[in-house]
């Protein structure tokens, strides 16, 4: 009985265990925007091009589609329970602890990878920066035991760099925030002016060299379809947005514009740094590369602009740390906070901060460096937050058939299309995900069922063994 409790919507907590108030929208759509425009064209434009060919733009647009529809859930259910925690509060409110469980270990997952794999993204950065300026740092501090190194010294310090940061304050790290991604677009619109005099139409062809449903082509499995199962890591981080619900000063109001706003900013941005990518250069070229827009520029020449390319990187990739370091320590802060985790892990700072938990998620994460590649991570990742997208999709569709008066600060137009859109369209890129991604994945939540097995606690008083909604 106990594993399908669900949690009430509304919940008060004690002072050392509440988060104060201190975020505005543009504070919201700057953390998404953060988040979302990031690893994705500074890094993970080379892995799709790899993957797909020319056809990563058909990649980006159908990973778009789908997020979009995940977007719209999301911001239905932040503004009608606005706590933190995102999808894991919605599906403990929604289908019942089990359940809330499996999101929340998914979305650890998730979180914890990006934040890997935007570092050892922002690494690469700064050593061809490094080594452009003529500072070389050797291969055993730059590199994990996967590349022929020992630890990727760059790649931990940022993540201890933006913990530290985010100790101080959430209002003057999400302050920072959205000013180094002023920083970061600007670089983008730098390099479309500077790539596109390049453009050549005949880097479209062949336009789809690997097809575009997976399939297995010297070795990797590629296509159009799995390509956009990878790329899906460039459009989540609205996500994050979410488990600032609690931190929001308007929720019912900030939360929408921030999640939408960001989603629709982005996608923009996404569609037209890729396709002067991709016609500046073949592909194969930049494919894999840690650095494919500095790369292409260097390649045409433009050796000094490259070098702010990948100066603004360094600098601006630290945004999409910062997001996702700050919703993977809201997810732990509230899962403690119910119960499912130690609850000395709950606890807030003076200002209202929950310093402990993001100090120890800092130090898990960083235990990851160097274990894994960019795309292995990135594909791990995905697969956390295909589930996530998926619960929330659910949670939509139940909430609304059981909760029809519970007041909505937004709600998902022809919900019964969109939602539904979300659900399958999730489960589908789940679906093109590699094998053993998939394998890793089912093994990681066996793991977490049985940690949440041993180890699960008797739940505090703003959770009923029946809904209090």
């Known amino acids: 009985m106990g594993l399908f409790q669900r949690k009430a919507i509304f919940a008060e907590h004690e002072p050392h265990n509440r988060l104060k ?24 434009i080379g892995v799709g091009a790899g993957l797909a060919g020319p056809a990563v ?50 979305l650890i997952l998730e979180y914890s990878l990006v934040v890997r794999a935007v570092a050892v993204g922002w690494s690469g950065y700064a050593t061809g920066f490094l080594d452009t300026i003529g500072v070389h740092m050797p291969i055993a ?4 035991p996967h590349a022929g190194g020992i630890v990727n010294l760059p790649a931990v310090g940022i993540i201890f760099l933006v913990a530290g940061l985010l100790c101080l304050g959430t209002k003057e ?28 139409a005949g880097n479209f062809h062949p336009f789809m060299p690997y097809g575009f449903e997976k399939s297995v082509v010297g070795g990797h499995e590629r296509g159009v379809l799995a390509a956009a199962a990878i790329i899906f890591f460039a459009f989540y981080g609205f ?43 073949p592909f194969l070229a930049y494919a894999n590369s840690p650095e494919p827009l500095a790369l292409i520029l260097r390649e045409l020449g433009q050796s000094r602009l490259a070098l702010i390319i990948a100066a603004a990187a360094i600098v601006a990739l630290p945004t999409v740390i910062l997001a996702f370091l700050f919703g993977q320590s809201r997810i732990f802060f509230v ?27 800092s130090v898990l994460v960083s235990i990851l460096a160097g274990l894994f590649p960019l795309d292995e991570i990135a594909a791990l990742a995905n697969a956390g937050t295909l589930v996530a997208f998926v619960a929330a999709g659910l949670c939509v569709m ?21 939602a ?13 995900l590699p094998h053993m991604t998939q394998i890793y994945f089912a093994a990681w939540n066996g793991l977490g069922l049985a940690v949440y097995l041993l180890c699960r606690r008797k739940p505090q008083t703003s959770v009923s063994k029946t809904s209090e909604m």
């Open 57 to 106: 733009m058909l990649s980006f647009i159908i990973a778009g589609i789908v997020c979009a529809c995940a977007a719209l859930c999301y911001a239905e259910l932040s503004t009608s329970i606005p706590a933190s925690g995102s999808t894991y509060t919605y599906s403990y409110a929604a289908l019942g602890e089990i359940f809330a469980w499996v999101v929340g270990w998914s």
């Open 21 to 44: 108030r201190t975020l505005s929208w543009w504070h919201l759509m700057a953390l998404g925007v953060g988040a979302i425009v990031g690893t994705g064209i500074y890094t993970l």
């Open 173 to 200: 790290s999400t302050t920072l925030n959205a000013i180094l991604v002023v920083v970061k677009i600007l670089a983008l619109i730098l390099f479309i002016c500077i790539a596109l005099p390049h453009f050549d």
């Open 335 to 361: 899962m403690a906070r119910d119960g499912l985790l130690p609850r000395f892990m709950s606890r807030v700072s003076a200002q209202g901060v929950p310093v402990r938990v993001t100090l120890i998620t």
């Open 141 to 144: 501090l730059k590199a994990g």
């Open 239 to 281: 996500d994050a947005i979410s488990t600032a619900a609690e931190e929001a000063k308007n929720p019912k109001r900030d939360l929408a514009i921030g999640i939408i706003g960001a989603m629709v900013l982005c996608t923009a941005i996404y569609v037209a740094v890729a396709a002067v990518a991709v016609g500046a250069m």
């Open 420 to 432: 539904p859109i979300a659900v399958l369209g999730c489960a589908y890129l789940f679906y093109n």
């Open 398 to 418: 139940i909430l609304r058939f059981r909760e029809p008066t519970l007041p909505r600060g937004f709600k998902v137009p022809v919900v019964w299309v969109l």
